[in-house]
């Protein structure tokens, strides 16, 4: 086996807690394990990098071509993968599920079961799950969110004769819990007390379960992997990037691959009223949060100057999601104030008309600093597009399933973006 994948029957049973518990718990006693995240996730890594130190990268196995994942996943030392949703839920064509990634991988399963609606029945779900396919190796249980010895005996009763063996018992406790908005938990470097929270966590973890067999799990051989010539491709020699609370989203494997192209990476604030470096020759705003600081970026003079500058010497501007928001004229807000933004793309988007856009998308680029290429990536936002004038149409989209999603995206001249989060390069056949 080559690592540990925490998973669960579904989203909500406290597979992040136990993750982040774990971390700490094996990161105090100075094992130096390395994170990771399933599925296309850009909040929970920073939460796990703060739980121990290292940096997280995500694995997914729909949208990251088989070599990627591989390279990642190469090693030594404990190696502590989080599931996303439940164990077998993946994209249309059922691929992408973490059951999918374990067995690419060769991950240890450990199962943690949301037990506050459970009693006897636990034995049925978790049996259930642990025949559903033969070439999964589940390897251990933890109950989550018990109520009390009596409720313990009884699931006990429930699992007896399992042979899978149950690593923890945790009960409930409010001190668990952590601050959710629209697109998941709050950013980690938002919430006051994280360190608290993470000790208790770890305290929690380190009490109730077997963290010497959960580091076992966890371990893997020292395997070298080939590093994939390329992801997404460098915007350009020297990009760019804004990094701030509004705009946080970006996926670490993509700046690993973009430094292994030899290009420059410089970072600058926009809710600090800082503009890109003068010398850059790309410009990256991700996504984020900017709803939440409309008023600070529309009020930001020095970053839109300095935006508009390096729009007029050429340079290439790419923006995803959050980033493709602030590149528009303007932005609405929840409370329906309608703040001006850079106004380099000719977009208005808005949060007052709130409507779900998710799912995973195969992506052609028709113009722009990718033009030609195809791409894996994901979409997920809230917010609507109220206007949108004339301008090339960046990308041409598919769904998981391979059905037309449309045009996305809008390009004028060196200024593109959309609301795809771009992943990898497709892979073969995609």
Known sequence: MN???????????????????????????????????????????????????????????????????GFQASGEGPLVIE???????????????????????????????????????????????????????????????????????????????????????????????????????????????????????????????DVDALAALAAREAVSGQKPDCTVPAL???VAIARDQAFAFIYPHLLDGWRAEGAEISFFSPLANEGPDATADAVFLPGGYPELHAGRLSAAETFRA??????????????????????????????GTEWPMLGLLPLTTSFATRKRHLGYRKVTALAGPYAG????????????????????????AVDAAGEPVGLAGLVRGNVSGSYMHLIDLAGAGA
């Open 3 to 69: 690592g540990l994948l925490i998973a669960a029957p579904s989203s909500g049973s406290g597979k992040t807690t136990v993750t982040l518990g774990l971390l700490r718990a094996l990161s105090r006693r100075g094992i130096g394990v390395t994170p990771g995240k399933a599925g296309p996730d850009y909040i929970d890594p920073a939460f796990h990098a703060i739980a121990c130190g290292a940096t997280c990268l995500n694995y997914d196995p729909w949208a990251m071509r088989p070599e990627l994942l």
């Open 236 to 238: 350009g020699r020297h």
């Open 306 to 335: 300095s935006m508009l500058d390096r729009a007029a010497s050429g340079a290439v501007i790419y923006g995803e999601c959050g980033g493709y928001m602030t590149l528009g004229e303007a932005l609405v807000d929840a409370s």
């Open 83 to 209: 599931a996303m949703m439940g164990l077998y839920d993946g994209a249309a064509d059922h691929t992408g599920s973490p059951a999918s990634l374990a067995k690419l991988l060769d991950l240890s399963v450990v199962l943690v079961v949301d037990c506050a609606r459970l009693s006897h029945s636990v034995g049925a779900m978790v049996r259930g799950f642990i025949s559903h396919d033969a070439d999964l190796h589940i390897s251990g249980i933890i109950l989550n969110k018990v109520g009390s010895a009596r409720h313990e005996s009884m699931l006990r009763a429930g699992l007896a004769g399992l042979a899978v063996p149950i690593l923890g018992v945790i009960y409930q406790d409010k001190l668990l819990g952590l601050p959710e908005r629209h697109l998941g938990l709050v950013l980690a470097q938002e919430i006051e007390g994280i360190e608290a929270f993470m000790n208790h966590a770890a305290d929690v973890v380190t009490s109730t379960c």
């Open 373 to 396: 290429t195809r791409l894996s990536a994901h979409e997920f936002h809230y917010s609507t597009v109220v206007h949108e004038g004339q301008a090339e149409r960046l990308f041409d």
